[in-house]
C-alpha cells in the first residue's frame, strides 16, 4: 500500500519532470541539480563560481530550503536572478516545485540554472527535477565512507565536488578508502577536489560547468 | 491526498513508538534517539562515550543505516550488544523497525539504548520512536546557519552535541550568530561541546547521559 502510493508519487514527478526537461531544453538552459549534506557547502560553491562563470555566461539559481531564504539571500548578493524554493519541512525539492520557479526566471536569457537541493543526500537522490545532471558536494569533514552508506548519490552524480579540502590534514578523512567505494559505485563522474574557504580548485569546476553549458547549447541547436 | 496518506503513516508510526516507549519504560532502560546529518560523528561519539559509561552502565546500540553494516561493525569492536538496522533506501527510521532491534536486545540487562538514526537532519525529526530523548548532533564544519535552516529538529531535541569543536579555528563557524539562532527554536536543551578527534568534552556527555539512566530507572520505579 505504501509502495504504491509513493509509486505514484515518483511518477507524477517524473511527468513534471519530464516537462521542466523539454521546457529547459527549448531554451538551451543546463539545469544543474546540487545534492549535498547540510552544510557540505552547496551555497559556498555558487559564490565562488557564479563570479567565475558570469563573465561569459548568463545564470540563474533555484535555492530549495526547508526554511529560511538565507541562501536566496547570499546568491542574490552576486547580481544573479535567484527564486528561492520552500518546502516548508519537506526533505527535497520535487519538480512541480522548480517547475514554478522555472516560470519565474527569465529561461530565454540565460545559459544555466543551478538547482541547490535541500541538505540532504538520501531523499532528494530520488527525485528528477528534469536537470542536465546531478552535481554531489561532499565535504571532507563529512568522512571518507559517505559513498559506501548513501550509494543511490553517488552513483547517479554525474559529478563529485569534494568540498573543504583544506580540512584534508585536520580530519582522517582516508583518500585511498574514499576512491576505491566511490569508484565502485560510479567508474565515470569526474572528481573535482575544491576548497571554497580558500578558493583551491573553483576554476577546474568552472570548466566543467562550461562543458554542461555546451552540451546544452548543442542539445537545443539540434532539436527540432 | 498525500498529506491523508502521510497522516496515516505518521498515525501508525505512532502507535509503534507509544509500544516501543512502554517496553522501554518496564525495562528502566532510557532510549535515546541521535540525529544528525552525514558524518556529523554519531558513531564516532558512541566509540568514544561508551567506554566511559560502561564501567557503570549496560549499553546497548541500534545502528540505522540506508546501506552497509560498517557502523554496526564499529560499535560491535566495543564489546557491546549492538544491531544494525538498515532502511535499504529509506531516509529514517521508523518506530516499527525499532521494535524489532529492541526485540533483538537484551533489554533487561541493559540502562541505555542508543538508536542512531540514519544521517539526515530533515526527516528523522518527524517520526517518533518511542525514546526518552531526541539528542542533535552537530559538526562544526557545517557551519553555524543549520538551526534556523532546520528548525524542526533543533526544537525537538533535549541535548545538542556540538562535534568537531577543534576545527572551530579551520573554519567560519560564527558562535555567536549560532548561539542566537538556536536560543530562538530551543531556550532550554543544553550544547555540550565536544571534540571526538581530541577527546574534549566526552566527560561532560557522558554526564548527561547518566542523568537520562537515571531519570529512565526513577520513572521505571514509580510505574504499577
Known amino acids: ?54 563573465t561569459r555566461y548568463r545564470v540563474g539559481v533555484l535555492e530549495g530550503d526547508i526554511a529560511t531564504t538565507r541562501d536566496a539571500e547570499r546568491i542574490g548578493a552576486l547580481g544573479v536572478p535567484v527564486i528561492q524554493l520552500l518546502t516548508n519541512g519537506g526533505c527535497h525539492l520535487e519538480a512541480a516545485l522548480v517547475a514554478q520557479g522555472l516560470a519565474e526566471l527569465p529561461l530565454d536569457g540565460l545559459d544555466v540554472v543551478f538547482i ?35 550509494p543511490l548519490l553517488f552513483h547517479e552524480l554525474k559529478a563529485l565536488v569534494l568540498n573543504k579540502v583544506d580540512l584534508l590534514d585536520h580530519t582522517d578523512f582516508d583518500m585511498d578508502v574514499f576512491m576505491r567505494d566511490f569508484r565502485g559505485i560510479n567508474p565515470t563522474a569526474p572528481l573535482i577536489q575544491v576548497s571554497c574557504r580558500t578558493g583551491a580548485g573553483l576554476e577546474e569546476f568552472a570548466a566543467w560547468v562550461e562543458q554542461a553549458i555546451e552540451q546544452a547549447r548543442g542539445a537545443a541547436a539540434l532539436s527540432p
Not at 35 to 47: M, R, V, W, Y
Not at 127 to 150: I, R, T
Open 1 to 54: 500500500m505504501e509502495i504504491r502510493v509513493l509509486q505514484n508519487i515518483l511518477e507524477a514527478n517524473d511527468q513534471a519532470a519530464d516537462q521542466n526537461r523539454r521546457r529547459l531544453q527549448e531554451a538551451g538552459v543546463a539545469a544543474l541539480n546540487l545534492i549535498s549534506a547540510p552544510g557540505a557547502g552547496k551555497t559556498a560553491l555558487l559564490e565562488r563560481v557564479i563570479p567565475l562563470l558570469s
Open 116 to 150: 541547490e537541493n535541500v541538505g540532504n543526500i538520501a531523499c532528494p537522490a530520488e527525485f528528477d527535477l528534469g536537470e542536465a545532471a546531478k552535481v554531489g558536494v561532499l565535504s571532507v569533514a563529512e568522512g571518507h565512507d559517505k559513498p559506501a552508506k548513501y
